[in-house]
């Protein structure tokens, strides 16, 4: 009974043992995974809650900094040192040591990632700041400025006197290094046109010193190929050109007082602009290390592109767009600086002066008048031979020499120095063999071109098909009234 009682007891098996643990162990394991898990997602809510706080601390202190500064600082910006600090305003990065001024009227888009350097938690904001209050700022932009009408009854005579008009046509092809000169007085203004609808190309070594230079290739390009001075820095009143402008040539420069170019300028050279006041409206590329444009007051309405070590300088630089520099050697370097746009990929040293914020600049961009043209006319055939003029072709000439040709005038001949001659052609004037003798006159091609070979010519030339030279003559204008001081005599109307 007693065996029997025994036998039948029931006890706890091995492997009940062990199953019993086991499910213990998993119960155990289980619950601490999810006590773990559970810590660590209090610690990143409360860390992503902190990193919440502390970029809304910084916020607000960029805010104020943009408040009472009028700019954003990145060393001011960021507190716990335990926080690595991403910022991008207007997609631009702003980095240590670096400031951010507002260029527009632009809120100021900021993108900001804040980083828990030790466990690696981030946060991000994408927001805009808040709008400082500003006064209302139009920049006055003219229209382009219609040019002064005519003079009622003005005629071809007048207008030549009243401009001092010296070069009149659609091209100036002026050989080698001949030097183009101004009258006793310092007047004289070449007037280029763009009746031909093509390319203005400087090609010789020459220095145009006249008080004012007009050229309109507005739909085409003024190329600069050789070392040709447009203009002097003391002496020019007024470069305004009307077109996109190459400067292809390490020699090439654009002096005066005032330089406007309507039109993108692109430096491939180490060519040089220069004025007082210079105003471009239109892009500028400098690709060459020591291009330079100069100025007390530079006014670009459009993007600068940096390519290279070029240089812009001035007493105040502003520029509507957009600034690229890939190079750490290129420079802004002004006083005050304005830039509208973003500018890219700036390191240090690109910029030397103040950035101010776009809005107070204070400058209006004034555009210099355009001359008016006046179309100029012949008399009526039976005028010239009636007032003294030589009816011919080709021939000699002589002191005061006065010819009329119905088609082209051609002179092959060697000439010695003539004074005070007048060409009146209906064609070219082609004089192809002055060597070193000097030629003072008048020389009127207003349907075909004009060509002087020869030492020296000083007068007026009106051509517009353009004039061309030949054996490096110096250029100087004389006014019209010089040769003819009587308008009723005058051969063109």
């Known amino acids: ?25 998993l119960i155990i394991g289980l619950t601490f995974s999810v006590l773990s898990t559970t810590k660590k997602f209090n610690d990143k809510t409360q860390a992503h809650v902190e990193l919440r706080q502390e970029a809304n601390i910084i916020m607000s202190n960029m805010r104020y900094q943009l408040k009472n500064k009028g700019e954003v600082c990145y060393d001011q910006s960021l507190i716990d040192d335990k926080l690595a600090l991403e910022i991008y305003i207007d997609k631009a990065e702003l980095k240590k040591e670096k400031c951010w001024t507002p260029r527009n009227n632009n809120e100021g888009h900021v993108e900001l990632k804040l980083t828990n350097k030790e466990h690696n938690y981030s946060f991000e904001v994408d927001t805009f700041m808040e709008k400082q209050k500003r006064e209302n700022f139009v920049i006055n932009v003219p229209k382009e400025p219609i040019p ?28 080698g290094s001949t030097p183009v000169k101004t009258d006793k007085n310092g007047a004289g203004t070449v007037v280029i046109n763009n009746l031909n609808n093509s390319n203005l ?17 507005k739909g085409n390009e003024v190329k600069f190929e050789s070392s040709t001075q447009l203009g ?19 020699g090439a420069k654009i002096y005066g007082n005032t330089i406007y170019i309507d039109g993108n300028v692109t430096h491939n050279s180490s060519a040089d602009i220069n004025g007082k006041k210079v105003i471009i409206d239109g892009d500028v590329q400098l690709n060459n290390g020591a291009a330079k444009i100069h100025g007390d007051t530079i006014y670009i309405d459009g993007s600068v592109s940096f390519n290279d070590s070029a240089e812009i300088k001035g007493k105040k630089v502003i520029i509507t767009g957009n600034v690229t520099f890939k190079n750490w050697s290129a420079k802004i370097n002004a006083n005050e600086i304005y830039i509208a746009g973003t500018i890219i990929k700036e390191q240090s040293g690109n910029l030397v002066g103040i950035l101010k914020n776009f809005n107070q600049h204070g400058e209006t961009k004034v ?30 000439l002589t002191d005061g020499s006065k010819v009329f040709s119905k088609n082209s005038f051609k002179l092959d001949d060697y000439q010695s120095n003539r004074r005070n001659v007048i ?16 030629l003072t006159g008048i020389l009127f091609a207003p349907n075909g071109k004009v060509t002087f070979k020869g030492g020296a010519f000083k007068g007026i030339v009106i051509a517009r098909d353009g004039f061309y030279t030949g054996y490096n003559p110096s250029i100087t204008f004389i ?12 051969p063109f109307k």
């Open 201 to 217: 190309v400087f090609g010789g070594n020459n220095v145009l010193t006249v008080r004012k230079i007009y050229i309109d290739k």
């Open 479 to 490: 006014n019209v009234e010089e040769f003819i001081n009587n308008p009723t005599l005058a």
């Open 423 to 438: 060409i009146i052609s209906k064609g070219d004037i082609t004089l192809n063999n002055f060597g070193s003798s000097e």
């Open 1 to 25: 009974m007693i065996k029997k009682y025994v036998s039948q007891q029931k006890g706890i098996t091995l492997i009940e043992l062990l199953t019993t643990l086991a499910i213990s162990t």
């Open 367 to 396: 555009i210099p008048e355009n001359i008016h043209i006046l179309p100029p006319s012949f008399r009526e055939d039976s005028w010239y031979s009636a007032n003294g003029y030589e009816v011919r072709s080709s021939g000699n």
């Open 148 to 175: 002064d009408p005519p003079i009622k009854d003005e005629n071809f005579y007048d207008y030549l006197k009243n401009n001092n008009i010296f070069v009149y046509g659609t091209d100036l092809g002026i050989f």
């Open 232 to 250: 002097d820095y003391n002496n020019t009143e007024l470069v305004r050109i009307g077109g996109h402008v190459q400067l292809n040539n390490g």
